[in-house]
């Protein structure tokens, strides 16, 4: 559950170790703050503290999104991703900490400009049962968040949850693509 993102090709982007050292660190200043007396001078210090770390956490994120969309664009030009409306997934409080935290919607944005720039062309496809929906044959495998693996009973595919994901999203933006030349 730590990675970042699971791409068609097999790989997959972590959270580099510096990341998750400064946001452990930014955890650990926070419950301290909570035990401090309100007002105090050291809890004054600990607030700017936590901001400095909450800064630090910011930039270390915005320089691992600008990599791997760096790396991502260099070597696709046609990039596949979910349409999430962010707006309505913050409303869905299991979610909405992972999602704004990860700054999913500055990622997309990168690679939407980085793609243009290099030429290439980022698709967004609707994210309707990516999740469920066999890769393999398309049928219909409902599994909630909890279950980390795809199994598919009718044609026996077994996949990560994410990479099945990946493999239908990859399917749908090439399907995009086709009507889009159709269209030209
Ligand atoms: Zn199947």
Redesign the pocket.
């Known amino acids: 559950m730590d990675k970042y993102a699971v791409l068609s090709d097999g790989k997959s982007f972590e959270n580099p170790r510096f990341l998750r050292q400064t946001e452990k660190k930014l955890k650990r200043a926070q419950k301290k703050l909570s035990q401090q007396k309100r007002g105090s001078a050291n809890y004054k210090k600990q607030v700017i503290k936590i901001r400095k770390l909450h800064e630090k956490v910011a930039n270390q994120r915005r320089d691992t999104l600008h990599k791997w969309s760096y790396n991502l664009t260099k070597y696709y030009s046609v990039i596949a991703v979910e349409n999430l409306n962010i707006r309505n997934m913050v409303k869905n409080k299991r979610l909405a900490k992972s999602i704004s935290d990860a700054g999913w919607g500055m990622f997309r944005n990168m690679l939407s400009y980085k793609c243009e720039r290099n030429g290439g062309l980022l698709i967004k496809v609707n994210p309707e049962f990516t999740t469920q929906d066999?890769?393999?044959?398309?049928?219909r495998?409902k599994k909630s968040l909890s279950i980390r693996t795809h199994v598919?009973?009718?044609?026996?595919?077994i996949l990560d949850r994410d990479y099945n994901a990946s493999l239908n999203i990859l399917r749908k933006g090439l399907e995009q693509l086709d009507q889009m030349l159709v269209m030209d």
């Open positions: 066999c890769s393999e044959c398309g049928t495998v598919c009973k009718s044609c026996g595919t």
